[in-house]
């Protein structure tokens, strides 16, 4: 079972793809990333947040559920998409848009404003060159904040390095899943 972690929608359930369509960052995980979050960011109220490869969408509503003012839920697959947008409404959608088409294809359209917190949790098959290109491109003008923050969620059997233009903070790792934090 998936929920929201903390916040105006603390407790509530989400609901999740059958099978492995989707990969949803645990519970655990979840509450480990945001605690962090929250200390790094000085909390979430009033910021904007883009959660890429969004799933279930678990990342980014619980960043909506703790203040974020503005979401952005990026999912390419029609039923996941169809989740997250359901999902939304657990916690009440205020700020929330739901984007069916693919990481790359959302990042080569121009950013309505500055992003403060970009959370990626692509597929564990993702080649890492995809992902670098991925981050390379959010570099350009108008995409990230001066002092924004992005979380890079992988499998910790994955070696991950941060692209030029990007300072490593941090990096966790939680049994299989792996976090790294970069500015």
Do not use: C
């Not at 359930?13 to 519970?27: A, I, K, M, S």
Request: hydrophobic share 45%; proline share 5%.
């Amino acid at each position: 079972m998936t929920r929201i972690i903390a916040g105006a929608a603390g407790g509530r359930r989400l609901t999740t793809l059958p099978g492995d369509t989707t990969r949803p960052t645990t519970d655990r995980v979840r509450e480990s990333l945001f605690s962090s979050l929250e200390s790094a960011l000085g909390g979430l109220a009033g910021l904007r947040v883009l959660d890429l490869f969004a799933g279930s969408g678990a990342l980014g509503l619980e960043a909506a559920s703790r203040g974020a003012a503005a979401v952005d839920l990026v999912e390419k697959d029609a039923r996941a998409a169809t989740v997250v947008q359901r999902n939304a409404g657990v916690v009440g959608g205020r700020g929330v848009k739901v984007h069916r088409t693919t990481a790359e294809r959302f990042v080569a359209s121009s950013p309505v404003a500055p992003y403060d917190l970009v959370l990626l949790d692509p597929p564990y098959a993702l080649p890492h060159l995809a992902l670098a290109d991925l981050l390379t491109a959010l570099r350009a003008p108008g995409w990230l904040a001066d002092d924004a923050l992005v979380v890079v969620e992988r499998s910790s059997r994955d070696a991950f390095e941060w692209p030029a233009g990007y300072e490593a903070v941090r990096d966790k790792t939680y049994g299989e899943t792996r976090l790294w934090y970069g500015r």
